[in-house]
């Protein structure tokens, strides 16, 4: 029988709490298809920070290493906040991410059919299917380039860099339009080419790679054109392709088009396939420990995971289509309308397991 390994990054805040509904809906899914699930927990955020003084401890990238995929819930919390910039949660997160190679970040952003009434959108505005998958440059850019502090003429001044190398935009531009052959065969590439240079390297490179991509239809974007056209009309992208820092802001918004960020999933991948996988929304320190936080994308992202790291398409399906199931029936406090059961963080991990367990 198969037997997968799986680094456990719980992290902060409702990280825990998400995880471990994640983690029982992965043993009843794997019980299910025939294959087993090991664990390692590692510490990452501001848990590492109380333990071991740094938000990435050497080990946790060991053991990560070590797996055949990485679970994180979710890092951070009013608590770190005031630490200087390279001792913060978030500093881990982006650490992980470098220290790994996941250069990708594959952020899908779709309407479940029983959530529809809970997108802030108007009902004309998002009828018909919406599916979109932000593939967002995870490692490059803004959030790595040089940055400082310095003085000039007696006036203090700091400063950030975007800098993007062709290899770079190259590699993410491929995963971009082969998940792009695997779906809607529509490409966007996002950028701000009226005004950055990197932009423009950005938009000649894809450009280029377009040529092995003859099915796929290629357009561009200004980003903020791109912000607006989500809400106006989102139903026009198949795949959001851009930089690390637009991508981040674009995510967000494409998300809550889908009524809650607590429905929504990622990976991040890299040139080995193993991968990390994680929900798009950060620790809600403000509801952590309650039992009302929303598993259902971290239980979303384990079907990432099933589907892109470990080869069990058939059971990453499976989870999708439990989640589909219950949303008909229970809901968490985020996504909650009357009519339905109101339910907590590990009655609705129970519901999904039992879904599967029915199929
Ligand atoms: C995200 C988050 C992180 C990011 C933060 C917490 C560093 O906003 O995963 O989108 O900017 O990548
Ligand atoms: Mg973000």
Not at 96 to 124: K, Q, T
Not at 276 to 299: K, R, V
Not at 331 to 337: E, L
Not at 338 to 356: L, N, P, R
Request: charged letters at 25%; proline letters at 5%; hydrophobic letters at 40%.
């Amino acid at each position: 029988m198969k037997n997968y390994k799986i680094a456990v990054l719980k992290g902060d805040g409702i990280g825990p709490e998400i995880v471990g509904e994640a983690i029982k809906v992965l043993n009843v899914t794997a019980e299910k298809c025939g294959f087993t699930v090991a664990y390692e927990e590692a510490l990452l955020g501001g848990c590492a920070i109380d333990a071991t003084g740094v938000p990435l401890p050497d080990e946790t990238v060991a053991k990560c290493k070590a797996a055949d995929s990485t679970l994180l819930g979710a890092v951070g919390g009013p608590k770190w906040d005031t630490l200087p910039g390279h001792l913060r949660p978030e500093k881990g997160l982006l650490g992980i991410r470098s220290a790994l190679g996941l250069f990708a970040n594959l952020r899908p952003a779709r309407i479940f059919e029983p959530l529809r009434e809970a997108s802030p959108l108007r009902a004309d505005i998002i009828d018909g299917s919406l599916d979109i998958m932000v593939v967002r440059e995870l490692t490059g850019g803004i959030y790595f380039g040089e940055r400082g502090r310095l003085e000039e003429n007696g006036v203090q001044a700091a400063y950030d860099t975007e800098k993007y190398s062709v290899p770079e935009i190259e590699r993410i531009a491929r995963i971009g339009f082969d998940l792009a052959m695997k779906r809607g065969r529509k490409l966007c590439s996002v950028d701000k080419a009226n005004v950055l240079e990197s932009s423009r390297l950005w938009r000649e490179t894809v450009t280029r790679i377009a040529k092995d991509y003859p099915e796929v239809e290629l357009s561009y974007m200004y980003v903020d054109n791109c912000a607006m056209q989500l809400v106006r009309n989102p139903s026009q992208f198949d795949v959001l392709l851009t930089s690390n820092i637009f991508g981040d802001i674009l995510s967000d918004e494409a998300s809550m088009i889908s009524g809650s960020i607590g429905m929504l999933a990622s990976a991040s991948l890299g040139a080995t396939g193993s991968g990390l996988y994680e929900p798009i929304h950060g620790s809600a320190p403000d509801i952590a420990g309650q039992n009302i936080a929303n598993p259902l994308a971290t239980i979303l992202s384990v079907a990432m995971m099933l589907k892109y790291s470990l080869g069990q398409p058939e059971a990453s399906d499976m989870i999708e289509k439990a989640v589909a199931d219950v949303l008909g029936e229970v809901r968490t406090p985020d996504i909650y309308v009357e009519g339905f059961q109101k339910v907590s963080c590990t009655e609705m991990g129970d519901a999904v397991c039992q879904k599967i367990k029915a199929m």
